[in-house]
């Protein structure tokens, strides 16, 4: 009965490659996030999708690109991965009217 | 640009006692405002949401307040226990979607 879930949980790949990390929410919410948190521990949002439509995207290479395939769905597709994109990438969601955020229990991308 | 502040960034205090964790916010045209826990290696457990149009929240021993005015929050704890220990994060929501994020407050409670 996971509300918010993410996979992997743990990803270790090389320089260059291309990864995908998936989150589904099974709570009906409208809004899905992806946000990173630094080595530091700092969160910060990415992207931010509304009925599977972009409304927040933060200032982030392009090399990143999400995709919604549907409301209860937000992936993120990494290209070219570098040192700087080791970090733990939370998905999150919640209803627009109410605010509440969600997280998924995050994934984290080691890049070597 | 919003920016959420937290202080103190560390506390350490004995089982039983009573206490405040802090967040302040530099914009307070805020539509909500979020305190999470986070556990070592795990995500972020939503602990209160407080609206703009609220005082103060509570859950069990709990209680966040907002005074939007003076951009600020407090999040309380009644009698901790070791199982507190965490990193308490605090949020606000501006009129976009997005969470402006502190970088927390790790909390140890000591047996």
Redesign the interface.
Known sequence: DTA?SQTPKYLVTQMGNDKSIKCEQNLGHD?M?WYKQDS??????MF?Y?NKEL??N?TVPNRFSPKSPDKAHLNLHINSLELGDSAVY?C?S?Q?T?????????TRLTVT | KQEVTQIPAALSVPEGENLVLNCSFTDSAIYNLQWFRQDPGKGLTSLLLIQSSQREQTSGRLNASLDKSSGRSTLYIAASQPGDSATYLCAVRGGSEKLVFGKGTKLTVNP
């Open positions: 918010v809004t996030y530091k521990k700092f969160l910060k949002i931010s509304n409304i927040i933060e939370f999150a919640s627009v109410s605010g509440e955020q969600y997280f998924g229990p995050g």
